[in-house]
């Protein structure tokens, strides 16, 4: 009971958090210079019946013999309650403006056909980061202080030190450019599950990876090395277990404690993936429709997008805490 | 029921143990604080000093580099675009040359060979190739390759350039090929200076034609030493170059400059100049063409625009640290300290204020902001100051939580001390030193951000005339086929200044709670 009321309290907390950005993000961008994308040629009422559908006025009039447009402007919070009302009764996030190749598109239709690349490239980094960032803290940890835990070590420095700005830059350079083993850019088309697709991909796969596998490998081998340390493994090589069968039962098990929400967490988090890798590899995915949406201030999809992120960002670090406290009552995450 | 205890006189009392010597020996070290025991745990971390002494020396070279060069941000040559790094040094080595390994067929080769024939400034590195099927591999000097230019000059500056040439000797003036022997490419470039040998073109195809011995044929323009010339000036010659004598046993002399609609055509050896427009026209301090680092695809040097932008990135990082810090340090003692309802409101905002990502704020911000070309700056700064000391409050406000209901700040309090007196005097300096770490670890992830922003090209400071690390490498990202090496030292420093506060800050938080070490 006591942690049905954690979850409740932590997602209104997340819910009240996501609505007062999500409102300001609303009202600012609401306060900016209108883009109409009518040509200056075009007759008046292109523009007013724009500005119309937009919701920035209503009630156009137009008066037939002086040529004239009255119309009212409609408040900045009415527009937020009709931007509501639409997404919520139409599931209708508005259209594309100023991006010439999504003008007149919806923004929804857009964003959910540019997801598949962004989450695939996340699996597939997980897929690869998650068994060799634990394999390599496990093996790190078994072997504390010898030659290959400070080899691990230092490789591991050198990871999570190495923006992925750089990583992703040396990929490209040596793989793609150099040796030839993958394309530069990522393949366009929707045939994301071809040999070729994901051979496209795999530069960008690493480059993510690369900083993942480093900090599964650091927060594996500082896990373990403390369950190693503790007075129950004594007790289970006491009670006759041989180092292995310790080390798997009653080690990796108590290890995995925090590791998984960790890895959870990170799931969730990579799920908005890295607009440099985005950008380096030209992925067509989320990040490189942010940047493009941000440059050309096409407002429907930034608006969309700001929300997206804002809650990915949310999630991912609710999910952690949430699970945290399921697996390990003895934490509990922001509660009192 | 009381009792009083007589004072009990001295000779009374004895010991127990009289005959046995006292082992304990009197504690005869210092006594050592805080700081100087952190700062000795410091120094034994081998990591750490290394983290420090590279942090010190980029700082230094950010500092002092940008003055050595006599180039600045604003610097751009169009002609010097994607040259190759080039290091006095290693001129005799195969690397870091400024040239570019090439491998071509003969019509571009013979080209560059031609301009090491004509000028002496060799194009093709100390004229050497290999020939193997048809194909020559050689170095290409990236700054000896630009080769000749035709440039429009006014008589004055002609003359002016003329009285360079005699006074010092060097030749930069080279005979001028007549409009109609020039390669004539449809698209392109035409009017090519280094053509100045007999060429046929074909389409866009450019094909050389060789004498009997395989040889270039020259096809400068000249005239009978009896005409007129076409600039009406006749020492125009270099001493020793005295003309030739054609077939018909005529005496000719070679012509230097075309006549145009604003003044005349010459034929430039583009790196001779350059020079003398650097050393005597604009007298900027530049003497030579040398690139340590090599130029962008724009032809700014990447030394100067390296150096700059680092310059750049340790001042923003530091200011940001220190605003986030005084922010931080006192949003997070505040919450901390008072606790309860005040807390609960204060991490409200701040949990709201975190989960928005910067890039909204950014966006927003630089919508709404309009300060000319100031306006990316502004935003930047504004953005992190926004943001950024989230983190250095909930440290405070950790270590607040840890201190306040200590036993010393009770006795502080029951003496009188004041709220104020007990934050600033008492719980706060013992906090410093994990406040301290953070601002530590906080300055190289500002620096990765500002790098990560100017790479997508969303911070964009050249308006400002100035650039930064994020801006290079994607310069070099965007013509990584043809001049990678633009990133390459960029990348190389990112990654040396990433590595670096990443050990120091280590060290630091090591050296400052050693109980924390290695967990993370």
């Known amino acids: 009971m006591y942690m049905f009321k954690y979850v409740l309290k932590r997602l209104g907390l997340m819910i009240m958090t996501f609505s007062i950005i999500f409102v300001m993000c609303f009202v600012l961008i609401k306060m900016l210079p209108i883009v109409v994308s009518a040509a200056t040629g075009d007759a008046a009422d292109i523009m007013y019946a724009q500005l119309e559908a937009r919701g920035y006025i209503m009630n156009v009039v137009r008066d037939p013999v002086a040529g004239t447009y009255t119309f009212d402007n409609v408040p900045v919070m009415i527009q937020l309650g009709n931007y509501l009302t639409r997404i919520f009764t139409e599931g209708d996030f508005g259209i594309g403006t100023s991006m010439v190749q999504f003008a007149n598109q919806p923004v929804w239709d857009v964003f959910v056909e540019k997801l598949p690349p962004t989450i695939l490239i996340n699996i597939y980094s997980s897929l690869i980061g998650v068994p060799i960032g634990l394999g390599l803290g496990i093996f790190a940890a078994l072997k504390k202080n010898k030659w290959q835990d400070q080899l691990i070590n230092v490789v591991v420095i050198l990871m999570i030190s190495l923006p992925s700005l750089v990583f992703g830059l040396l990929v490209q350079y040596f793989l793609c450019f150099k040796l030839q083993w993958f394309p530069i850019t990522m393949k366009s088309g929707y045939d994301y599950f071809t040999w070729d697709m994901f051979r496209s991909m795999l530069p960008a796969v690493l480059s993510l990876c690369l900083g993942s596998i480093a900090a599964y490998t650091r927060y594996t081998r500082a896990e373990l090395t403390e369950v190693l340390t503790s007075e129950f493994m004594l007790l289970a090589r006491t009670k006759g277990l041989t180092r292995s069968q310790a080390t798997v039962r009653h080690a990796l098990r108590n290890s995995m404690v925090p590791i998984f929400p960790m890895i959870l967490g990170e799931f969730i988090g990579v799920l908005s993936g890295s607009l440099i890798i985005e950008q380096m590899f030209s992925i067509p995915g989320v990040g490189g429709l942010y940047l493009s949406a941000i440059n050309s201030l096409d407002y429907d999809f930034f608006m969309l997008l700001s929300g997206f992120y804002t809650l990915v960002g949310l999630s991912a670090g609710i999910i952690v805490d949430i699970s945290y406290g399921f697996i390990d009552p003895r934490i509990r995450m922001g509660a009192k | ?520």
């Open chain 2, 1 to 520: 029921m009381e009792r009083t205890i007589p004072n009990i006189p001295k000779e009374k009392f004895n010991f127990v143990q009289k005959n046995d010597l006292i082992h304990d020996k009197q504690l005869a070290t210092k006594p050592r604080g805080y700081m100087a025991d952190a700062f000795a745990r410091f120094c034994k971390n081998k990591g750490a000093i290394v983290g420090a002494i590279i942090i010190i020396i980029l700082v230094l070279a950010a500092i002092i580099a940008p003055m050595c060069t006599p180039y600045t941000v604003k610097y751009m040559d169009a002609n010097y675009k994607s040259c190759f790094p080039r290091n006095e040094l290693f001129v005799s080595l195969p690397f870091w040359d400024g040239c570019e390994p090439r491998e071509d067929n003969k019509a571009t080769f013979m080209k560059y060979y031609a301009m090491g024939l004509e000028t002496g400034k060799n194009a093709v590195k100390n004229q050497e190739y290999s020939l193997e099927n048809d194909m020559y591999s050689y170095r290409l000097d990236s700054v000896h390759s630009v080769g000749a230019e035709y440039v429009s000059l006014t008589f004055e500056k002609y003359e002016a350039l003329q009285e360079y040439q005699n006074r010092t000797g060097i030749q930069v003036l080279y005979p001028v090929v007549a409009k109609s022997d020039r390669p004539q490419v449809i698209d392109g470039r035409k009017n090519d200076a280094d053509y100045y040998f007999k060429t046929t073109t074909k389409g866009n195809k450019i094909n050389i034609v060789y004498d009997e011995n395989g040889d270039i044929i020259p096809v400068y323009d000249y005239y009978l030493a009896t005409q007129t010339p076409n600039d009406g000036y006749n020492s125009l010659r270099i001493e020793g170059e005295d003309g030739f004598i054609n077939e018909n046993g005529q005496k000719c002399y070679y012509s230097y400059a075309l006549p145009n609609s604003t003044g005349y055509e010459v034929r430039v050896n583009y790196y001779e100049y350059y020079v003398y427009q650097h050393t005597e026209v604009l007298k900027d301090g530049i003497t030579t063409p040398s690139f340590l680092f090599g130029t962008t695809s724009e032809g700014q040097d990447v030394f100067t625009c390296l150096f700059s932008g680092a310059r750049f990135s340790f001042v923003f990082g530091l200011v940001v640290a220190v605003v986030n810090f005084l922010i931080g340090a006192f949003y997070g003692s505040t919450a901390g300290y008072y606790g309860g309802k005040t807390d609960l409101i204060m991490e409200r905002i701040t949990d709201v204020l975190s989960a928005v990502p910067t890039m909204i704020v950014i966006t927003l911000l630089k919508r709404h902001i309009d300060a000319g070309p100031a306006t990316d700056m502004l935003v930047l700064f504004i953005a992190f100051f926004a943001t950024g000391w989230i983190g250095m409050a909930s440290t405070t406000r950790m270590q607040f939580y840890r201190y306040k209901n200590q036993e010393y700040v009770l006795a502080a309090r029951t003496l009188g001390a004041k709220d104020r007196r007990l934050i600033f005097k008492h719980i706060f300096p013992n906090a410093l030193g994990t406040i301290v770490t953070s601002c530590a670890l906080v300055i190289p992830s500002m620096i990765y951000t500002e790098t990560n922003l100017t790479y997508l090209n969303i911070i964009d400071l050249t308006a400002m005339n100035m650039t930064t690390v994020g801006t290079l490498i994607a310069n070099g990202q965007e013509n990584l086929t043809t001049a990678a090496f633009i990133a390459l030292f960029p990348a190389i420093f990112l990654a040396l200044l990433m590595l670096s506060f990443n050990l120091f800050g280590n060290g630091l938080r090591d050296a400052f709670n050693p109980s924390l070490r290695g967990a993370e």
